[in-house]
């Protein structure tokens, strides 16, 4: 990859100006569309989500939060693998809902995520120990997400209940 760099006075920030992508690199473009801080972030397959700041900072509800994707890219991540998982175990998830909350730092700039906990609810034919050690698969091995967030000092609490087929 050919790249010029330049060095601002910030320390952290550096100009750069891409010549030549890897193929296998992710991308994501961001474009403003609403208001001051409303944007939409594309990806390379053409998917898409709607972001905005909060009213209290000028925002006007047109999207999520960028903080609140970090829990929601926990989510799918952590679904994926857990689905993955039961599969591979011959369980019959006919259905899959979370629920995931988090706190934030306080009087901190930036305000990292300091605890977060998901709830896993799976329906279907399904054993609750392989449930559960599917989670902690997810949670503790597999989860690029979770690894990050752990990485940056969030713990990460979960609970499972399986729930018969609706």
Known sequence: MYQSMQQTQYSRVKVVNLKL???DMTTIQ???????????ATDQNGHSIQMDSSPESGGENFGVRPMQTLLMG???????????????????????????SGERETGK??????????EFHLYGD???????????????KYCSVAATLMGSGATITSQ???HPAQ
């Open 126 to 140: 399904i054993d609750q120990d392989k449930a559960a050690r599917a989670v902690d698969l997810s949670v503790n």
């Open 30 to 40: 961001l474009s403003r569309v609403h208001g001051d801080f409303g944007f939409v």
């Open 160 to 162: 499972v209940f399986v």
């Open 74 to 100: 926990l989510g799918g991540c952590s679904a994926i693998d857990v689905i993955s998982i039961l599969k591979k175990q011959r369980q019959d998830v006919v259905d899959y809902k979370m629920t995931i």
């Open 109 to 118: 700039e930036p305000s990292l995520w300091k605890s977060i906990n998901v």
């Open 21 to 23: 992508l890897k193929d």
